[in-house]
C-alpha cells in the first residue's frame, strides 16, 4: 500500500493569504486526488492531478482558487489561494494504486481566521 | 448521481459486542467498494476493498459483504474494543466514470 505524508500537519492562517499544502508518495503513481472535509462533512473532490496534464476539476471548485501542480509522479501541491473562514477544512491528498485501492494521507488541518 | 448513504449516523455499543455498519448506494454500475476508518483530526485508513464481482471480504475482525444488486453493503466488526471507536466511511467506485462517492459516515464510540 502506499504510504503518504502531507505539509504541513495543520496551520492557522490569516483572512486574504494563501498556503500551499505538499503531498508526497512513496511509490509512482498515475493518479493524484485532492479531497477537502469540511467540518462535521464527509469527503469533497476538488481535483485530480496526473502527471503531464492540467488538474482536472470538479463542479464548485476553480483553478484560480485551487491551483495543483504535479511535477512528477510521487508529488503534488494544493494551493488555497485568497483564504476565508469558510476555507477552513482538513486538505487530504489521495492516490489510486493496484485494483483500484485508494489510499490516502494525514491530511491538512487548515484554520483561516 | 452516485447518492451513498449510511445508517445509522452514530452507534455506541459496550466493549464486546460486535458491530453492524450499514451502507446503501443508488446507482448498481460500480467498479468497487472501500470501508475506511477515520479518526478525529486525521486522514482515512482503508480497511477493506470489495471488487463488484466479489461477495464480502474479510480482515481480522472485519468482514464486509457487498450485494450489488440491492445496493447494499455492510461491515461487521467482531467483539468491538475501545481502539475501534471512530468514524467508518463507506466509498462506492462508479464503474462509469471511476470517481469515489463517499457515505457521511457512521461514528462509532464502544466503552470499556
Known sequence: SAVISQKPSRDICQRGTSLTIQCQVDSQVTMMFWYRQQPGQSLTLIATANQGSEATYESGFVIDKFPISRPNLTFSTLTVSNMSPEDSSIYLCSVLQGAHEQYFGPGTRLTVT | ?112
Open chain 2, 1 to 112: 448521481k452516485q447518492e451513498v448513504t449510511q445508517i445509522p449516523a452514530a452507534l455506541s455499543v459496550p466493549e464486546g459486542e460486535n458491530l453492524v455498519l450499514n451502507c446503501s448506494f443508488t446507482d448498481s454500475a460500480i467498479y468497487n467498494l472501500q470501508w475506511f476508518r477515520q479518526d478525529p483530526g486525521k486522514g482515512l485508513t482503508s480497511l477493506l476493498l470489495i471488487q463488484s464481482s466479489q461477495r464480502e471480504q474479510t480482515s481480522g475482525r472485519l468482514n464486509a459483504s457487498l450485494d450489488k444488486s440491492s445496493g447494499r453493503s455492510t461491515l461487521y466488526i467482531a467483539a468491538s474494543q475501545p481502539g475501534d471507536s471512530a468514524t467508518y466511511l463507506c466509498a462506492v467506485r462508479s464503474s462509469n466514470d471511476y470517481k469515489l462517492s463517499f457515505g457521511a459516515g457512521t461514528t462509532v464510540t464502544v466503552r470499556a
